[in-house]
């Protein structure tokens, strides 16, 4: 039995009955498998959880890669009278999806994509190891014949994982900061990365400090949404290019960068008004004074959600009834404004949809959103309806780490309103300031603060911890 769909022609290796659930294995002309585990309800196929695995034959020590993936891979080693083999098998993200071929067709295509990135990240730090990784598409069929010519290991090899992602396992998780004064690793809960603030040192200090925060959450799958003045942290996206003091620190992995996105307004990111308070609005333009005030303050109240450029704000106020507070003059007024703002900024505002970053499984993605050469009340209104966007209850981002690289006391009033709102209701956040009264009122549940070439940890629950942070994994680029 063939089936016609991505990456294919796909055929079946075999079936089975897991529980109460249909179980096949596919296998297409690359040596990729297909898992699909069909959901019945009344005897029919309702739904499917579907994804894919590409093996890699592996020579070389294995030993050290296994202690530091934090991704979902399989290291098999297999011995036979005739044969000995190692093979290292990488998975894409389980969709569960409606049973029909156009959401086979979209499910498969997109683990296709992301197990193509995850097998070239995987290649380079198989390489740093020395390494040789082999694609079980070039491998002879005779070869692989002792990891899959056996159908009751294969369907071991093929279980539905449980990722990495789970509450339970993050309860547990750990996270290494650096050592102490003994050489001794010192590592923090990852539930501790919740609300994170760093105080004191110097500026690079802080900021390097943020690097091991976001890295920490980076590779325990939890994304990260950086506000960046400029490109202090896009060496998030490129391994380190020093490793001399890895083995100091007790690192068991290898310099690596990671998934990486970067925003720029007029480039991917546009400041969206539908998002946007009204009192924010005019607070930035300096116009919550005005006459104008009364007729924006109306048209966010009477038409929500349906303009989200100033010429989608313009044509909103043009449809307003005048009234004896709202006469056709301040309309027009108010119009007029839209229109001053709309040419001295043209091209920044417009609906601003999801965020897009490579694939990937088992490891966070960075969202880099670069506010560099923007005049403040530009960039003030794009924190804000990204934050907006960002932490909203049916946002996919909202599990996300927000940071910004900016101090504390140079985040505009309006944005840090903002952040108290979000930190409150749950959202992860790590923020800095040379000051500790500056940040006192987030109630962190990680501080870090700077005292020379030291750190001193304060965790909810754990006594305070003097050390000395840990290289990145990444380029630091805050400290070039």
Known sequence: MQLDLPLGPWTRMFNAQWGDYPLMVYQNPDKMMMLTLFEKREGKVTGALTFLKKGFVIEGDISKIALSQRQDVMIVSKISREHAGKYLL??????FIEYNRDSLTKAITQQGAEIEHLSKAMIEILH????KATDFRIVEDDELQLLLGDPFSL??????SKGQGTRAQQNKAKCLFGIDR?????SVKLTSLQTVAITGGRLPQRLHAMHIVLESALMNNISTMVFDSGSTFSGLAQP???ASKYEEFKLTSIPLGFPFREYELEKGLFIDLSKIDPEVFLLAFGIEKSDIASVIKRTYVEKPGSFHAMTDLALAMDQLHESAEITRYTICKAMRAATVIQKSSPNVFAK???????????????????????QPDIAM?????LLEIATSDDSPEKSMLLAFTRDATEIPAAVMSKLRATASSGTRLVLSAQHESDISDFNATLGIEIIGDDAILSEEGEKQRRIRLRPAYSFDSELA
């Open 90 to 95: 990488i998975s894409s993200s389980p969709t």
């Open 128 to 131: 740093g190891y020395e390494c």
């Open 155 to 160: 369907f071991a090899y093929l279980s539905v």
């Open 182 to 186: 003994d050489n001794e690793p010192v």
């Open 240 to 242: 380190n290019k020093d």
């Open 352 to 374: 601003t949809g999801a965020f897009e970053a490579p694939a990937t499984s088992g490891i966070g993605k960075v969202i880099h959103v670069n506010l560099s050469g923007q």
């Open 381 to 385: 209104l794009a924190a804000y309806s």
